[in-house]
């Protein structure tokens, strides 16, 4: 791995281990969401808020991991203009404050050429990238090149993973692993399922790097219970959204919103 790769995974990597919390947090942005100014907006407030590191989603037509809250987003998003090169200005503006984390499906990161596609993402200065749809068994040309630029390709794992194919996972994980919480789409949950801690305690023994919990954390309870299960991040997004989608100011609303969730996860025990 190059001098580079271990540069950017590093920041990652520190993100979690100072976060000061019982776990980082991490919340979901969509980019362009409600309009490109108004996303960095509300990633800014994010930051403010106590966030550690921000996920920023590339909207797209066909998201095969979002629930209904994020899909109406980025098709709102689209509908407004967004694009590729308005999203990376978002991570450019927010990459001096937090480790970004660009979250697309594999069709945009192939469909102008792979290389190119990540030194436009390196040039912006986020930090990896998540390819929800990209298969573990498709992944090391992409692995690659994202060690090559210092991004960390940030892979999934989720609860009905087998055993063999999550220790493969995890081997190659960079910056975080992606630990999916419950069986389906993104989208708020009343409660969390009952093998929590053990969906949590699979992805740690399959890995070196930090495990963070998505899909379904949506209230300071959930995330507190995501911390305290063993989880060292807790990814959080459909309930910022739809706060984003709600609000006359949707920046100040998801600030509210992720200040709760941090005090939530409260200082590191």
């Given amino acids: 791995m190059s001098v580079a790769a271990r540069d950017g995974i590093s920041r990652i990597g520190a993100a979690f281990a100072d976060s000061g919390k019982r776990a980082a947090l991490m919340p979901y942005v969509m980019g362009g969401f409600p309009t490109l100014a108004e996303s960095a907006r509300i990633g800014e407030a994010c930051v403010r808020a106590g966030a550690d590191v921000i996920e920023l989603g590339l909207p797209y037509s066909d998201p095969l991991a979002d629930g209904p809250v994020i899909h109406a987003a980025g098709t709102e998003a689209l509908r407004a203009g967004a694009n590729v090169a308005g999203v ?5 503006s927010l990459a001096p404050s937090v480790p970004v984390v660009l979250m697309c499906y594999a069709n945009m990161v192939f469909a102008p050429g792979l290389e190119a596609f990540l030194d436009r993402l390196a040039r912006s200065g986020a930090c990896g990238l998540i390819v ?22 940030v892979p999934l794992a989720a609860p009905t993973t087998p055993p063999e194919r999550l220790a493969a996972i995890g081997a190659d994980a960079r910056g975080f692993l992606y630990t999916v919480s419950v069986v389906g789409t993104t989208g708020e949950r009343r409660a969390l399922p009952d093998q929590f801690a053990e969906v949590i305690a699979r992805a740690r023994a399959a890995t070196e790097v930090p495990v963070a919990l998505g899909f379904g954390i949506g209230t300071p309870e959930q995330a ?29 609303a998801v600030g509210s919103v992720v200040a709760a969730l941090a005090a939530g996860l409260g200082p590191a025990r």
């Fill in 88 to 92: 990376l200005e978002v991570a450019r």
């Fill in 132 to 153: 929800p749809d990209l298969p573990h068994g498709e992944a090391p040309e992409v692995l690659e090149a994202c060690d090559e630029r210092g991004l960390a390709l």
């Fill in 224 to 252: 507190r219970q995501a911390a305290d299960a063993g989880a060292d991040g807790v990814i959080v997004g459909t309930r910022l959204v739809r706060a984003a989608a709600e609000a006359e100011d949707p920046a100040e």
